[in-house]
């Protein structure tokens, strides 16, 4: 089946720590992109790529870092620049930037 | 750049009762407008979309949002709820893609429905 893979599902980090969440999709989309959501924010735009080996910051891309080697993958790299990491994360997908995405189950991240 | 607002953040409703979730977005340019659920621990999936044409766009599970460009709203309605439609819904715009433009898709707050028996 074609879908959109995020794991770990959960995942926690200690101070100081980077860690990194996994996304991987095998939908053959173009676009790939991470959101942030925190409760009564809605979901926030973190960064996006259209393409492989490009992206672009979103709007809250501080103490985030991510690559696009691969169509299929797009890491997030949550690095101890983030102050507050604490949130649910979501990937998505689409054939090309604008249309419609196709989301993961998502990744809830706790500070220890 | 764009923006919207989801002018409630929680509706409660009775079963088989009509509901309207409220949505407004601001823009400089044209623009493609979404509407999604997501149901708890779950990703978001999309409930119907408007990119051109019949201002009425029908979705999944009955819903369907009406583009209003004078007042820049887009907002979602189903005439009778079920408990199942217990969620919450993300209102999103993005910019129609062509030169400048980068497609990326802003999302509003979110409301939640809570839907009673």
């Known amino acids: 089946d074609g879908g959109i893979t995020q794991s770990p599902k959960y995942l926690f980090r200690k101070e100081g720590q980077n860690v990194t969440l996994s996304c991987e999709q095998n939908l053959n989309h173009d676009a790939m992109y991470w959101y942030r959501q925190d409760p009564g924010q809605g979901l926030r735009l973190i960064y996006y790529s259209q393409i492989v080996n490009d992206f672009q910051k979103g709007d809250i891309a501080e103490g985030y870092s991510v690559s696009r080697e691969k169509k299929e993958s797009f890491p997030l790299t949550v690095t101890s620049a983030q102050k507050n990491p604490t949130a649910f994360y979501l990937c998505?997908?689409?054939?090309?930037?604008?249309?419609?995405?196709?989301f993961g189950s998502g990744t809830q991240l706790s500070v220890l | 750049a764009q923006s919207v607002t989801q002018l409630d953040s929680q509706v409660p409703v009775f079963e088989e009762a009509p509901v309207e979730l409220r949505c407004n977005y601001s823009?400089?340019?044209?623009?493609?407008l979404f509407w999604y659920v997501q149901y708890p621990n779950q990703g978001l999936q999309l409930l119907l979309k408007y990119l051109s044409g019949s201002t009425l766009v029908k979705g999944i599970n009955g819903f369907e949002a009406e583009f209003n460009k004078s007042q820049t709203s887009f907002h979602l309605r189903k005439p009778s709820v079920h408990i199942s439609d217990t969620a919450e819904y993300f209102c999103?715009?993005?910019?129609?893609?062509?030169?400048?433009?980068?497609?990326?898709?802003?999302f509003g707050q979110g409301t939640t429905l809570q839907v009673k028996p």
């Open positions: 999103a715009v993005s910019d129609r893609l062509g030169s400048g433009n980068t497609g990326k898709l802003i």
């Open positions: 823009s400089s340019v044209s623009v493609y």
């Open positions: 998505a997908s689409s054939v090309r930037s604008g249309e419609k995405l196709f």
